[in-house]
Each structure stands twice: as C-alpha cells, then as structure tokens.
C-alpha cells in the first residue's frame, strides 16, 4: 500500500489516482501523512480534488453572482429606504410643530427634540442591517475566493461569518419566540374573555399552535443552513466531500423569494420604489439561492456516486 500526498490517505499500489480525492499518484510511493490545515484547503493549481473544484466553480457561477448582487441591490435599498423615510419625518415633524406652536418662542425647542429622537431611531435601524451588510461582504469575500486564479486555496472566511451570523440570530429569534409562547400562554389560561370565552378561547389556541409550528420550522431551517454551511466548510478544509446540502433550505429559499413578491406590490401601493425594488431584488437572489443549492446538491450526489464506483473499481 502507498499513500496519497494529498488527503493521506492509504490506496492500492496499482491505483494511478486517489480514490479519496482524486490526485494522480503516478511515481508516488510511501511518505507522511498529509493533514489539512483548518481554513486551507489543498493547492489551487491542478491539485484541487473534484470537490473543491466543483466548489470554486459554484462559487464563481453567474448564478451565485446573481445571489450576490440581489443580496447587495436588496441592501442598498432598504438603507436608502430608511434614509429617505427618516428625512421626510423629520422635515414633517418641522413643519407640524412650526404650525402648531406659531410664534410661541419654543419651535425650535420642541422640532429639535423630534428630529434628535427621529435621527436617533435612524441610526438603530440603520445599526440593525449590520448583519445584512456583513453576509453580503462575506457573499463578495466567497466569490472573490474562487475567482483567484494565483494558486491560492480557496478560503471559508466568508461561509464561517455567515454561519457566526446564523447562530446569533437563531439563538436570539429562539429566545423571542419563547417569550411570545410565554405570554400567550399565560394569557390563554390567565385572561378572562367574559361571555365571548367559548369564541375567544379556542381563537387563541389556534394562534398559539400556528406560532409554534412557524418557530418550529424557522428553527429547523436555521439548524439546517447552519448544516450546510458546515458541510461546506468542512468539504474544502479537507478536500472531500463531508456532510449533504440540505433540500430543506433550498425550499425555504425559494418560498422565501416568492413571499418577497409582496414587497413589490406594497412598494408600488406605497409608491416607494426603493421598497419595490427590494422586492424584486430579494425575490431574485432568494430563488436563485435555492436553485444554486440544489445544483450544488445535484453536484454532491454525483460526486459521491463517482467515488464508490472509483472505490468499487480499484478493489
């Protein structure tokens, strides 16, 4: 037996390329184990197995360009929606204190104290995107990754920040809903509601069962994407395949990109383009993501079948 200076892995003498990882193995004999470094993944230039090759290829699709720039055009927009918002309120406020309080001496007073607290929820709402603005860094970090051709392995800086990202917000979202299933609990066996009871009783239960089967699915979608991502990373630490790509986040995807529609038409209601805009572009990259998952799924699958039929050939 010798073995492979790519993944260490040990195969047949008469194997002219890992079965493993699929490096050629002409003139190789026996030496030390190879053992990939955590964020590194083998050499760029010709030694990369097919599954970070798939993966570089993935990551510099015009579909997943088209993800990142629906992520980034759906960011820019609503910043610039909450700009605009934030300054037609205070220009409001302005002139209804300006009318309301005429030539009283304390204008100035009373309009500088609302546009503070209007600016003030500007820069909060504006703070509350910096999640949003950093996986559409890490979105841009993933594709500049892949499109280096210096022989650079291809880095999971990215994926790790949208996974720290993921966790956050699922441990926060998880939090919220228990206090939501509190409350309603405690209302729905605390509260009275008189002679209406026998309608208002059974109401509230229903809500309550739909708002737990809406975290059971949000938090099943969030361990999920959090799955892939691992899978993902670990796949190009070691340069085999490790783990599956979820189909159950690809669908929610997708859903997720439909619902956006709705954005599209309050934007238009509302006659705020930058909301419409939003819409159609997180209607986009929310679908297109889906679809990128399950090719990369497809990929997944198809690799898995050419290495058992390149480990059943060489046995």
């Given at each position: 037996m010798k073995t492979c200076p790519g993944c260490g892995n040990p195969v047949p003498e008469e194997a002219t390329f890992c079965p493993h990882c699929g490096k050629p193995l002409e003139g190789q004999t026996d030496g030390p184990r190879y053992q990939s470094a955590p964020g590194a993944s083998p050499p760029a230039s010709g030694g990369e197995s097919p599954a970070i090759r798939t993966?570089?290829?993935?990551?510099?699709?015009?579909?997943?360009?088209?993800?990142?720039?629906?992520?980034?055009?759906?960011?820019?927009?609503?910043?610039?929606?909450?700009?605009?918002?934030?300054?037609?309120?205070?220009?409001?406020?302005?002139?209804?204190?300006?009318?309301?309080?005429?030539?009283?001496?304390?204008?100035?007073?009373?309009?500088?104290?609302?546009?503070?607290?209007?600016?003030?929820?500007?820069?909060?709402?504006?703070?509350?995107?910096?999640?949003?603005?950093?996986?559409?860094?890490?979105?841009?970090?993933?594709?500049?990754s892949a499109r280096d051709r210096s022989g650079a392995p291809l880095k999971t800086a990215g994926l790790t920040i949208i996974r720290v990202i993921q966790i956050i917000v699922l441990v926060l979202v998880g939090i919220m809903m228990v206090l939501m299933l509190g409350l309603m609990g405690i209302a729905l066996t605390t509260v009275g509601f008189g002679d209406n009871s026998e309608v208002f009783?059974?109401?509230?239960?229903?809500?309550?069962?739909?708002?737990?089967?809406?975290?059971?699915?949000?938090?099943?979608?969030?361990?999920?994407?959090?799955?892939?991502?691992?899978?993902?990373?670990?796949?190009?630490?070691?340069?085999?395949?490790?783990?599956?790509?979820?189909?159950?986040?690809?669908?929610?995807?997708?859903?997720?990109?439909?619902?956006?529609?709705l954005n599209i038409l309050l934007g238009l209601l509302a006659r705020a383009p930058f909301t419409a805009l939003s819409g159609v572009s997180g209607a986009v990259s929310g679908i297109c993501f889906g679809i990128l998952l399950f090719r990369c799924r497809d990929e997944w699958q198809r690799l898995k079948a050419e290495q058992t039929l390149t480990e059943s050939t060489v046995r």
């Open positions: 993966l570089r290829q993935l990551f510099c699709s015009p579909l997943y360009l088209t993800v990142a720039i629906g992520y980034t055009v759906t960011l820019v927009s609503n910043l610039l929606s909450l700009l605009l918002t934030g300054t037609g309120l205070m220009s409001e406020d302005t002139a209804w204190v300006t009318g309301l309080t005429g030539a009283t001496g304390w204008t100035g007073d009373v309009g500088g104290a609302m546009n503070t607290a209007v600016w003030s929820s500007l820069v909060w709402s504006v703070i509350a995107q910096i999640p949003a603005i950093l996986v559409v860094v890490s979105l841009w970090m993933m594709y500049a009783t059974p109401l509230v239960g229903m809500m309550l069962f739909i708002l737990v089967v809406v975290v059971v699915l949000v938090m099943l979608y969030g361990v999920q994407f959090i799955r892939t991502l691992d899978s993902i990373r670990k796949t190009i630490w070691t340069g085999t395949l490790q783990g599956n790509i979820s189909a159950y986040v690809a669908v929610c995807s997708i859903l997720g990109g439909i619902v956006m529609v």
